[in-house]
């Protein structure tokens, strides 16, 4: 029995394996059919087509990237103007910072300056590139012209017969009597003149521009022969020779400081005799309480410069008058304020163009 139901299993178990296999090979046969049978011929893809969506999308792709470009451009723009407007600032604040440091040297450097002076040491001042230029150009015209120089001239030599002429025109003929005496009515109206431009002075007002202030430089000192206390020096003005200058310094600065020394002179003042030698001018000094210090004029200031004030335009008198006492009028007023610059009435002495005229260390006090 048990035989016979295992045969019996077995064989239903074959025939429905037989039935699946059927069904299914009847599936994918109508399947496969069906999908032939419906897709029309002009729904699938050809070459054709495939490249003209390939050109399609290539040509997006470059359009993409130039768009990218012009965006990466502007934002480096826009990145650049935000840094130079950021930078705009700290830009403005470097260079007033550089400005107030020139300043600050400037002033290092004329303080140095004046307290090298103040100590007896010599200031060169040193050639700028137009002086040597000048001196180039004068050098190389000179050399130029030297061949012509030493050439002997032929012209020169009529020139003792050219003078025996001068001597025979220039003896004296009739009217020379008269000519003497007009030349002694030209000496009237040159006194005439003089007495009425001394008139005219008398009513011009009494401030420092009636003061012949010039700077200029010693050229040689000594000390009077007759005098402990003072100095004699010999003062180039710039006017083609130098003046005498008693000074009585001698206390206050050693005779090594004075030499060579560029300083500011009162030129106007009636010569005077100081113990036997004639004085033409005065060295003007800030005088303090324990010690005396000359004036310092610019650095830039040339021998022969005018000092002068802008609040008080005006000339100097030709030589001041003793008896009006204008310097002594005027002289309480000439003062160093507090930074040490020589002042009339608060307004500075300066040399027009350079710079002020200082004292070395001496602040507030008078000036002589």
């Known amino acids: 029995m048990m035989i016979a139901s295992q045969i019996i299993r077995s064989a239903q178990l074959l025939g429905r394996s037989a039935i699946v296999k ?61 840094v130079k407007e950021a930078g705009k600032g700290e830009e403005e604040k470097l260079i007033k910072e550089n400005e107030e440091l020139k300043k600050e040297v400037q002033s290092l450097k004329t303080a140095l300056t004046l307290a090298e002076i103040g100590n007896g040491v010599r200031m060169v001042k040193l050639p700028t590139k137009g002086s040597l230029t000048a001196c180039a150009s004068l050098a190389a015209s000179s050399e130029a012209s030297a061949p012509e120089t030493t050439k002997p001239s032929q012209e020169a030599k ?103 020394r560029v300083a500011v002179f009162f ?44 609040e008080y335009p005006g000339s100097p008198d030709g030589q001041l008058n003793p008896k009006k006492k204008i310097w002594e009028t005027l002289k309480p007023d000439v003062r160093t304020n507090k930074d040490r610059v020589a002042t009339f009435k608060g307004a500075p002495l300066i040399v027009v163009g350079k710079g002020d005229v200082v004292a070395p260390t001496l602040s507030d006090v008078q000036i002589s």
């Open 22 to 82: 059927s069904f299914s090979g009847i599936r994918v046969t109508s399947l496969s059919s069906a999908l032939c049978t419906n897709i029309p011929p002009t729904e699938i893809p050809t070459m054709a087509s495939a490249q003209e969506s390939l050109a399609r999308i290539k040509g997006r792709s470059e359009e993409t990237d130039r768009i990218l470009a012009d965006l990466q451009g502007a934002i480096e723009a826009i990145k650049a103007a935000a």
């Open 158 to 260: 009529p020139a003792k017969s050219e003078g025996k002429k001068n001597k025979q025109e220039g003896k004296p003929e009739a009217g020379g009597k008269k000519a003497k005496t007009e030349g002694k009515g030209g000496d009237g109206k040159a006194s005439k003149a003089s007495s009425k431009a001394a008139a005219d002075t008398t009513e011009l007002p009494v401030d420092i521009s009636r003061l012949d202030l010039r700077v200029g430089k010693i050229v040689g000192v000594e000390k009077h022969p007759d005098a402990d206390s003072l100095y004699v020096e010999q003062v180039d003005l710039g006017e083609g020779k130098t003046r005498t200058i008693v000074s009585g310094l001698v206390k206050h600065v050693p005779i090594n400081a004075m030499q060579d």
């Open 267 to 310: 030129c106007n003042l009636k010569p005077a005799k100081m113990r036997g030698i004639l004085s033409e001018g005065m060295i003007m000094c800030a005088v303090g309480p324990d010690k005396t210090e000359i004036l310092v004029p610019p650095m830039d200031a040339e021998i022969g410069d005018k000092v002068t004030t802008v």
